[in-house]
């Protein structure tokens, strides 16, 4: 398990179309000694800026929102710090993880040395195994948290802000104490 110094940093990303390295927005949460220390997101411009209709009414964004913003490899002199050393956490983290990973690989960009990541959705379910699903708007409806879906920013808030709330309920003093005590280990992002 990581140290007790290690930052966690929860993250959302939101897709222009089905590719994987589609990135149009990032969420990104830094959690810091239990508690959230800093949030940034940006928009991002798709390889070739290519969106189907589909994604633009979940999320709202679309080319001409993203069309002076750079593309990921451009962005990535500013997000890639922020993951270098942190436990990432993702509410749905195969789907966000993918999307990372796909994006550094279209872009050949090395990833970040990181423990690993895990997921807030296996987190909720181990903490309430007794709602009727663990989506992100149920897990935020039973837990109060506010929430603007697909809001990239705020989805990356609600994540870190389930992660917080799991350890406040099991009396856990860390998230690296919740996570070993819910049985879950970092899996690799390689």
């Not at 997101?41 to 189907?52: A, D, H, R």
């Not at 956490?89 to 990541?117: M, Q």
């Amino acid at each position: 398990m990581p140290s007790a110094a290690t930052r966690w940093v929860a993250i959302d990303f939101e897709t222009a179309n089905r590719e994987k390295a589609s990135a149009c927005a990032l969420g990104l949460v830094v959690i810091e000694d239990g508690f959230i220390a800093e949030e940034r997101s940006w928009l991002i411009q798709p390889p070739g800026n290519y969106f189907e209709w589909r994604n633009t009414e979940i999320h709202g964004i679309d080319e001409d929102r993203v069309a002076q913003e750079p593309e990921f490899d451009e962005a990535w002199d500013q997000i890639g710090p922020y993951l270098q050393g942190a436990v990432i956490l993702a509410h749905n983290a195969s789907f966000d993880i993918a999307v990372l990973r796909g994006s550094l690989a279209h872009y050949d960009l090395e990833p970040p040395a990181t423990p690993g990541y895990l997921c807030t959705v296996n987190m909720a379910r181990k903490v309430w195994p007794r709602l009727p699903n663990h989506k992100l708007d149920s897990v935020c409806g039973y837990c109060g948290i506010d929430l603007v879906h697909h809001d990239a920013a705020s989805d990356a808030r609600a994540c870190a802000s389930i992660a917080l709330r799991c350890r406040r309920e099991t009396g856990e003093p860390t998230l690296e104490a919740l996570a070993e005590r819910l049985g879950m280990v970092p899996r690799s992002l390689v």
